[in-house]
């Protein structure tokens, strides 16, 4: 298959109808089904080992899992072609929505614990393919050569993503490398959404699959300026504004327009946290929230982020 055929097939959005692993439809994690057939598929059915396949954010493993079993079921030689980065550090969010299950953890667990020893239970049907990196993320610079696809669940600040734009994006192959922001649809990681605009005519979009994962492939090279420029000093208020209110019209088309519940609202909510958080126009904000709060009145997931952000600028 051509790289053009298999380019062309990644716009048929396969992954929908592929029947996962049990092992990796059941692995303890965060990320949903279809986040999990989509890296499957990329790795079964799309990767050529032109480059590196980085996980990044990969906290309890299911991302990687996903990506590993993609290449044990092609009968990939086995060499460990993925990197996988994360401190493994759980946070009180994740101690207090994930600890819960039976069996996930076997021990007590409180924030600020080390959960390497989860992500290594979870991956250890394909740990062959996998080389782990735990560190602190912007003291690891990235020395590997070309990524061929990159799963960018990492992005937590402003810093992160000025890291990933300089080591991770800078090194995909130009026309078939992929791009997966899992952080992009989320209303506080804002930064992600104004990155994706500056670089859009570099980007093809994908997909957007549920629960956050928007999909791209690269279509030509960045030139290094351009790159320079999405650095968060570069970036000013102004633009921060123009960029956000772009992505938010690009996504309302994603998908013939069929993310319309909460899956838009944080989107939407996002605008008023770009404006209040980082723009510094607390008016602008909450214009924006009580617009927000109107048009997802019937939707609790949207209310929900609405009130924190509330908390959070204050209703002045």
């Not at 192959?173 to 930064?191: C, F, K, N, R, S």
Request: aromatic share 12%; hydrophobic share 40%; glycine share 6%.
């Amino acid at each position: 298959m051509t790289n053009d055929d298999k380019i062309e097939s990644l716009r048929r959005l396969p992954w929908y109808s592929v029947d996962l692993p049990v092992k990796v439809k059941d692995g303890k994690g965060m990320i949903h089904a279809d986040e999990r057939r989509m890296l499957y598929t990329l790795a079964r059915d799309y990767y050529s080992g032109a480059g590196r396949i980085v996980d990044g954010g990969a906290f309890f493993g299911t991302s990687s899992l996903s990506l590993g079993f993609g290449l044990k079921d092609r009968d990939y030689r086995k060499e460990p072609v993925i990197d996988a980065f994360d401190c493994f550090i759980i946070d009180e969010y994740s101690v207090k929505h994930y600890s819960k299950p039976a069996g996930w953890f076997r021990k007590k667990i409180k924030a600020g614990d080390n959960m390497r020893f989860i992500y290594e239970r979870n991956i250890a049907p394909v740990a062959e393919y996998i080389t782990i990196h735990e560190s602190d993320l912007l003291k690891a610079p990235w020395k590997s050569g070309p990524i061929e696809i990159l799963f960018s669940d990492i992005s937590k600040s402003w810093q992160l993503n000025d890291h990933i734009i300089k080591n991770w994006i800078a090194a995909l192959i130009p026309e078939t490398g992929i791009l997966i922001q899992q952080d992009q649809v989320q209303e506080y990681h804002v930064w992600v959404a104004i990155t994706m605009e500056i670089l859009s005519d570099y980007f093809e979009v994908i997909d957007y699959t549920p629960y956050s994962s928007m999909v791209y492939r690269l279509k030509s090279e960045i030139p290094a300026q351009l790159l320079e420029k999405c650095m968060s000093a570069n970036i000013t208020k102004d633009e921060m504004e123009h960029y956000y209110l772009r992505f938010l019209e690009r996504f309302r088309r994603v998908g013939m327009g069929r993310y319309t519940g909460w899956h838009l609202g944080m989107v939407e909510a996002g605008l008023a946290v770009t404006y209040g958080l980082h723009i510094g126009d607390l008016d602008k904000a909450r214009h924006t929230l009580r617009q927000c709060e109107e048009k997802f009145r019937h939707i609790p997931d949207t209310m929900c982020r609405c009130a924190a952000i509330w908390d959070t600028i204050g209703r002045g």
